[in-house]
């Protein structure tokens, strides 16, 4: 009769019991996905121009653009690349990873850069330092072709700097 009881009871008590610590995995679970999303967006932005407002934006299109297409700033100048699409892409100037006659095109000292994955909403910035023009493609759509320019240019100057390109 007792022992009964108190099975009834400790019947009752445990749904109870539990329910804080499924909301804790939930939360676990919650917390995990945030630091998991976190490197491609805020991770990636404070590497390479800090808090600095970027010279320029560029979106990453679900169409396979880059716009605007071409984008001219100033030597020492942050671009930043913000995805608006459902898709993986890159920002990819890096003549070693082109496969496309024309896809990469870097001033003569300029070293090359290579985003890596850029996740749906991500965001890549880049400082462009030597001037000239810069063409960068997106690896997964280099075949489109998914590409893009940048010229850096001194202020006030006009025509471009010697260039490399493959
Ligand atoms: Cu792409």
Request: hydrophobic letters at 40%.
């Amino acid at each position: 009769m007792v022992r009964s009881l108190q099975a009834q009871q400790r019947r009752q008590v445990r749904p109870q019991a539990g329910r804080p610590a499924r909301r804790q995995i939930a939360y676990a679970l919650l917390l995990g996905v945030v630091v998991a999303l976190a490197p491609t967006g805020f991770g990636r932005a404070a590497r390479a121009g800090g808090d600095e407002r970027p010279a320029a934006l560029v979106e990453i299109t679900d169409l396979l653009r880059f716009e605007p297409a071409e984008v001219e700033v100033s030597p020492g100048d942050v671009v930043e690349w913000q995805s608006v699409s459902l898709l993986v892409h890159t920002v990819t100037a890096d003549p070693a990873r082109a496969t496309l006659e024309g896809s990469v095109e870097l001033p003569a000292g300029a070293s090359p850069f290579d985003s890596g994955n850029i996740e749906p909403q991500g965001v890549f910035r880049h400082r462009f330092t030597t001037p000239g023009t810069y063409r960068y493609f997106c690896v997964p759509h280099e075949g489109i072709p998914m590409r893009g320019t940048i010229v850096v240019r001194e202020p006030g100057k006009q025509g471009g700097a010697k260039t490399r390109s493959r």
